[in-house]
Every structure is written in structure tokens, then in C-alpha cells.
């Protein structure tokens, strides 16, 4: 192995090591934001623009995400993308750039005031609050049941540093999966849905991730299928997309869950 070799592993390990630690930032500063608290700028800070204009500028900075999200994450873009970068570093690079898309949108997000509900009862504010911090431990914890380090890019870094071949995830039936076919997409509709308080900025943004949410699972299924063939379909028909116990399990013992997300 040359000297310029190992200097190119190092760089891409870095790279993906900052890549997540930026990532860690922005998680963090995500709850805040939704969650209206410790944070410069929130979901809900006091409105600067007019209606209009603030709904506008928040559809353009939610439409920005979204297409960055679902663009990079589909095969031809990786695979043009893996021409112009190493291809350990490109799961790191969408990262990256997912994170880029939701700092711009913290940071020119406009609040635009006006309440669609607010809950004044005590018993009832707890509980929501508790379903809000659900919905972020469990987008959490899911990352981890299916392999946090490869979701993030660490795997394929550290991988490629140590110079070892990358191999795919195999299926698994890691806890809810068994029952829910996207329980990390359950925890983000938590985590934006549940609050005691919710404003016209907060309505708009929990019904476009919503809605974001519905329309990307159609293309992230699709790729599983053409990635896992059979497997993904018998699992696809066996278990619900997000209620647990809604549909019946039809060839069960056979279908095993898919344990990546685009």
C-alpha cells in the first residue's frame, strides 16, 4: 500500500467521521427546533415575514430537503456519484449534504404564527411531550437495530481505512420490524405531530414531512424489491406499513424484514 493510498483512507475516514459528528449536531438541534427550546431560531419563533412570504420560503427550504434526499438516495445518482468520489465515502457524502439541507432550512425557516390547537391541560400536555421524546428515541434506537454505523456511513469509512471489503446488510427481523415495515418513519410522524401546542408553522411542516414521508416510501420499497427481490416482497405482503396487527400474516415464517433505509 503507497503513502498516497493511505493518505486517501485517512482523508475519506475523516471526512465520514466529520460527516457524522455534523450529523449528531443536527439531530440535536432538530428537537430543539421542533420542540421549541434551547435554540436560537425554532419552529415557532416570533414571525419576521409576512404570511405569504414566509409560507412560500418555508415550501422552497422543505422542497430543497426533499429532493435532495430522494435524488441522492436512489441508485443511478449513487452510481454516478461513486465515479467522482471513492465509494466508501458515499453514503458520508449523503449525510452531508442531508444535513447542509437542514441547517439552510434552521436557519431561513420563518414562523408564521397563529394557533391551530393548544392543549392547557397538564395530564395532557405530559403525555404529548412524552410522545414527542418517543418519537425521537425511537428514530434513534431504530437506527441502531439496523446498524447505526452503516446508515451513517461509519462502517463504510472505517472499512475502507482498515482496507476490507464493504459487504451489504443482510435481512434481519430486528424488534418492531417484525411488526411494522418503517418504524423509523413512525418515530419522525411522532416526533412532528405530537405537541401540546400546534401552529400554523408547525401544521405546515408536519403535513409537507408527512406527505414528503408517503411519497418516498413508494420509491425506497421499490428499490428494496430490486435490491432483495422476493424477500422484500413476501415481507411487504406479510407486514403493515406502519400499525402493528393491521393485516394478516400471510407467510410470515417466510418473509424476514428489511434492515436498511435509503
Same mark, same amino acid.
Given at each position: 500500500?503507497?503513502?498516497?493510498?493511505?493518505?486517501?483512507?485517512?482523508?475519506?475516514? *475523516?471526512?465520514?467521521?466529520?460527516?457524522?459528528?455534523?450529523?449528531?449536531?443536527?439531530?440535536?438541534?432538530?428537537?430543539?427546533?421542533?420542540?421549541?427550546?434551547?435554540?436560537?431560531?425554532?419552529?415557532?419563533?416570533?414571525?419576521?415575514?409576512?404570511?405569504?412570504?414566509?409560507? !412560500? &420560503?418555508?415550501?422552497?427550504?422543505?422542497?430543497?430537503?426533499?429532493?435532495?434526499?430522494?435524488?441522492?438516495?436512489?441508485?443511478?445518482? %449513487?452510481?454516478?456519484?461513486?465515479?467522482?468520489?471513492?465509494?466508501?465515502?458515499?453514503?458520508?457524502?449523503?449525510?452531508?449534504?442531508?444535513?447542509?439541507?437542514?441547517?439552510?432550512?434552521?436557519?431561513?425557516?420563518?414562523?408564521?404564527?397563529?394557533?391551530?390547537?393548544?392543549?392547557?391541560?397538564?395530564? @395532557?400536555?405530559?403525555?404529548?411531550?412524552?410522545?414527542?421524546?418517543?418519537?425521537? *428515541? $425511537?428514530?434513534?434506537?431504530?437506527? +441502531? !437495530?439496523?446498524?447505526?454505523?452503516? &446508515?451513517?456511513? !461509519? /462502517?463504510? *469509512?472505517? !472499512?475502507?481505512?482498515?482496507?476490507?471489503? =464493504?459487504?451489504?446488510?443482510?435481512?434481519?427481523?430486528?424488534?418492531?420490524?417484525?411488526?411494522?415495515?418503517?418504524?423509523?418513519?413512525?418515530?419522525?410522524?411522532?416526533?412532528?405531530?405530537?405537541?401540546? $401546542?400546534?401552529?400554523?408553522?408547525? @401544521?405546515?411542516?408536519?403535513?409537507?414531512?408527512?406527505?414528503?414521508?408517503?411519497?418516498?416510501?413508494? =420509491?425506497?420499497? /421499490?428499490?428494496?424489491?430490486?435490491?432483495?427481490?422476493?424477500?422484500?416482497?413476501?415481507?411487504?405482503?406479510?407486514?403493515?406499513?406502519?400499525?402493528? +396487527?393491521?393485516? %394478516?400474516?400471510?407467510? /410470515?415464517?417466510?418473509? %424476514?424484514?428489511?434492515? $436498511?433505509?435509503?
Amino acid at each position: 500500500m503507497t503513502k498516497d493510498d493511505i493518505s486517501k483512507r485517512i482523508i475519506v475516514f *475523516v471526512y465520514g467521521v466529520c460527516s457524522y459528528f455534523l450529523f449528531v449536531a443536527t439531530y440535536l438541534y432538530a428537537i430543539g427546533f421542533v420542540g421549541n427550546f434551547l435554540v436560537p431560531k425554532s419552529i415557532d419563533s416570533t414571525p419576521e415575514a409576512p404570511l405569504s412570504r414566509a409560507l !412560500l &420560503l418555508n415550501a422552497v427550504l422543505l422542497g430543497i430537503f426533499a429532493l435532495q434526499h430522494s435524488i441522492m438516495a436512489r441508485p443511478g445518482f %449513487k452510481r454516478i456519484l461513486i465515479k467522482l468520489i471513492p465509494k466508501a465515502a458515499e453514503r458520508s457524502t449523503y449525510v452531508l449534504f442531508s444535513n447542509l439541507a437542514l441547517i439552510l432550512l434552521f436557519w431561513q425557516w420563518q414562523p408564521m404564527g397563529g394557533t391551530v390547537w393548544n392543549v392547557e391541560n397538564e395530564t @395532557l400536555r405530559i403525555v404529548l411531550y412524552s410522545l414527542f421524546a418517543f418519537g425521537w *428515541v $425511537t428514530v434513534l434506537v431504530t437506527s +441502531f !437495530l439496523i446498524n447505526h454505523f452503516d &446508515l451513517f456511513g !461509519l /462502517r463504510q *469509512v472505517w !472499512l475502507y481505512l482498515r482496507g476490507e471489503t =464493504y459487504t451489504q446488510l443482510k435481512f434481519g427481523t430486528p424488534g418492531p420490524y417484525k411488526h411494522i415495515r418503517h418504524p423509523l418513519y413512525v418515530g419522525w410522524l411522532f416526533a412532528f405531530w405530537a405537541t401540546p $401546542t400546534m401552529t400554523a408553522a408547525h @401544521l405546515f411542516f408536519a403535513v409537507a414531512t408527512t406527505a414528503y414521508i408517503l411519497i418516498a416510501i413508494r =420509491y425506497e420499497e /421499490r428499490d428494496l424489491i430490486s435490491e432483495h427481490g422476493n424477500a422484500y416482497e413476501q415481507y411487504r405482503e406479510s407486514v403493515p406499513m406502519f400499525i402493528p +396487527f393491521t393485516r %394478516k400474516t400471510k407467510n /410470515r415464517t417466510e418473509a %424476514k424484514t428489511v434492515d $436498511t433505509v435509503a
